[in-house]
């Protein structure tokens, strides 16, 4: 009965394979561990993960593997696999937000190999029931998380700065050379050193600020450099406002940009130095929120 169990077992999978790559175009495939307990989690993960006609998810329980097959001129593994760990599960690539970990269903909370700051749900594990209070050593850990997620993104936001001063100079060889710095920054930051805010946030955009940076790194056009750097402002702006910083930054805004759909960026100065137009209208703009 167990040699004839393995072998539906065999068939089952398969089957799913060939289901899986008639529906999903430039099909490919591959296995990664996710982590997870039970039913419910296969349902939750395969769920998330899933895309119609472009992803396909198939979790085993058993050996926390996942099988991946994606249409890879729509998608990647870190797409999918990103999705997965914002509906609470870690991966050997990336980690779930503690806040959604810690509202997944009790029977779901799966032992956490990877590093991680998830707090207790239960009042008292570490203490007496309501009376717990914080020792200096917890507080010099929060200070030194707080540390580590600053440092960990002082480079992403520095070398921003540095691409945005360049484009108002019109200087599209140095914007290149600093949006290649903003690359590598963002390549090294270690996600488990954020908060949990910044987290969530860089899971979402940590791909658009990657490519775009990377445009304005190999693009020759400053024009299309600067189309790339409105798109990448977005990112920055988004993570801007769940991170801490030494100083206030200030979101600005051009009318004009784009035929006049306008465009914005960050600033560490209120002063507008407009980096769509430069030197042709250097002051054309406003400040419209001062992130603090």
Known sequence: MKSFSKVVMVIAVLLYSINSFAQIKNAKTASI???GNCGMCKTTIEKAGNEKKTASVEWNKDTKMVMLTYDSSKTNQDEILKRIA??????E??????DVYAKLAECCQYDRPLKTVAKNKETGRNGSAGHHQHSPNETTASQQEATQSQTQLTAVFN????VKDAFIKSDGTTASAKAADLVASIKAVDMNKLSTQEHTVWMNVMQKLSANAENISIAKDVAKQREAFAVLSEGIY???????QDGPMYYQHCPMYNGGKGANWLSKENAVKNPYYGAQMLTCGSTVETIK
Do not use: I, M, Q, T
Request: charged fraction near 30%; hydrophobic fraction near 35%; aromatic fraction near 20%.
């Open 238 to 244: 988004e993570l801007a406002k769940v991170s801490k």
């Open 86 to 91: 914002l509906a609470g599960y870690d991966s």
């Open 33 to 35: 561990k996710v982590y």
């Open 159 to 162: 070398n921003y700065f540095s």
């Open 93 to 98: 690539k990336f980690r779930a937000p503690d």
